[in-house]
């Protein structure tokens, strides 16, 4: 049997355009619901602003205090564009924008590295109903095409990098070109993001509340969170998106945390009551955009379509999912240790995003609670601590119903008149402990050390019936992909 781990917006009918106009840039949508992520947060801030009815006047002055880059000048032998929009979006660091004391309090010494610390494709479906997010790992193994050194103004050939460093070599244009080159996916619109932008925006937003079963503490990020609810600001907030030492998951640890962050921001945007009102999101967004750089071509008329779908936005209408690894720690020569994709898994992503359709099934939400440790993995004997004939029988098999390893071989107790239902546990198990507790409503948590991998259940007379439970971790199928309402704290 397995062991169970151990803790650790009305509108006008348009006029139809020729498809190659229409294809690469947004359309007048009936409704809609993007979703970003990470950093996206500005963006958020500024496209969901037309929602509220500020009207086209204080969305172009908006739009006037984005700086502009392009990403695009020159560039030969594109994707072909296919339906819906794609955003790159990636955050950087600047953390040279910020005062030392915030440099020294969230861990942010040394220089800045010039590099993009997250990258995602954000791809927002033709219909306006369905944002689909992809995160690529910045150490994925990439092979730039040929450019110039925007510092040394040096000639290069195509040459391998991790995908991160694509933007010290040639800034956004390069960034672009590489991204295009690995994903054959046409980028439409470019969008860059900074920590200063990240940390006001969650500041003006009152902050966003995030949810851990266990303390998460990284030394490097300065994250230090007990387990259990949190309302982060600015600052924490930061830290919790850039942990990348929490766990051996390292920086695909990292990009789970961002999509769980993102979701509780969508839901603190939505619930709050922020997109009905007009000045806080006019606070909300002249505090934030000056950090911003985007496209030329990503202006008033773009902000305003966008805003006007995000009104019936959601958090189900978002999926998320990160490029799959098909080799970890792939060593490259003068380069160190990169990702390397998987080439059929990640082919099928993108080939998805070019045809404009889901990355998954849309699936019911069912009512099974999570929990941090899939009950497959835990190993279960129960003892029926009752004289009630046959309740250790109906115990066990409830258990196993909701997918617990159980016995299947129940035994009675040495104590016939437990009143409260007993989970005992080695302490060296406690996150299984929990997560079998969690199934038992009313349960009493017992440690006991040196009992082993298998936790006992001493059924008492209060059982009435075992809750549904599943693994906190909403990933299925090959790609993991996971919709926004199944990765916050309502989770």
């Known amino acids: 049997m397995p062991t169970p781990p151990r803790s650790p917006r009305p509108r006008t009918a348009p006029q139809r355009r020729p498809p190659a106009q229409r294809r690469g840039g947004p359309r007048p949508p009936a409704r809609r619901k993007p979703r970003w992520v990470m950093r996206a947060v500005t963006t958020l801030s500024v496209v969901v602003l037309a929602s509220a009815g500020i009207g086209h006047t204080v969305v172009t002055s908006l739009d006037a205090e984005i700086d502009r880059v392009d990403p695009f000048r020159d560039m030969k032998n594109r994707p072909e564009a296919g339906d819906g929009m794609n955003v790159l979006l990636v955050g950087t660091d600047g953390r040279e924008k910020l005062s030392e004391e915030q440099r020294r309090a969230y861990r942010l010494g040394g220089a800045p590295c010039h590099c993009t610390d997250t990258i995602m494709i954000v791809h927002i479906s033709e219909d306006r109903e369905r944002a689909s997010v992809v995160s690529l790992p910045r150490d994925s193994y990439a092979m730039t095409p040929p450019h110039t ?6 000639e290069h050939k195509g040459h391998p990098v991790k995908l991160n460093a694509a933007y010290a070599e040639g800034g956004p244009q390069l960034t672009v070109r590489t991204v295009e080159k690995m994903t054959r996916v046409k980028i439409d619109h470019y969008l860059e993001v900074d920590f200063t932008s990240f940390m006001k925006t969650v500041d003006v937003v009152g902050g966003v509340e995030v949810c851990t079963d266990r303390h998460l503490k990284d030394s490097h990020s300065g994250l230090d969170l007990p387990a259990g609810r949190h309302t982060l600001k600015g600052g924490q907030a930061l830290q919790y998106v850039r942990a990348r030492h929490v766990d051996g998951a390292s920086d695909l640890g990292r990009m789970q ?3 769980r962050f993102m979701a509780a921001l969508v839901d603190r945007v939505t619930s709050s009551g922020i997109l009905l009102n007009p000045m806080k999101f006019r606070d909300v967004t002249l505090a934030v955009l000056g950090s911003v750089r985007a496209d030329k071509g990503f202006g008033t008329d773009e902000l305003l379509d966008l805003g006007r779908a995000m009104r019936n936005f959601s958090p189900s209408s978002s999926e998320f999912t990160t490029v799959p690894i098909g080799r970890m720690g792939y060593a490259v020569k003068g380069v160190g240790s990169t990702l390397k994709w998987d080439p059929e898994k990640s082919e099928r992503i ?13 699936r019911p939400r069912d009512a099974a609670l999570r929990v941090p440790v899939d009950p497959k993995q835990i190993r279960v004997q129960v003892e029926n601590g009752t004289a009630t004939a046959g309740l250790g029988r109906r115990v066990d098999a409830a258990l196993a119903a909701t997918g617990f390893a159980t016995t299947k071989a129940p035994v009675n107790a040495a104590q016939r008149d437990v009143k409260r239902t007993v989970v005992a546990y080695d302490p060296r198990w406690d996150r299984s402990a929990k997560s079998l507790a969690a199934a038992l409503p009313g349960s009493q948590l017992r440690a006991v050390k040196g009992q082993g991998a298998t936790l006992k259940v001493i059924a008492g007379a209060d059982f009435v019936k075992a809750r549904k439970v599943r693994a906190e971790d909403p990933g299925r199928g090959e790609f993991g992909v996971v919709r926004g309402d199944e990765v916050g704290c309502g989770s």
Do not use: I, N, T
């Open 149 to 154: 050194d925007r510092v040394s103004g040096e």
């Open 350 to 362: 993108f080939e998805a995003l070019r045809r404009d359709q889901p990355l998954s099934v849309h």
């Open 257 to 259: 945390r961002q999509q």
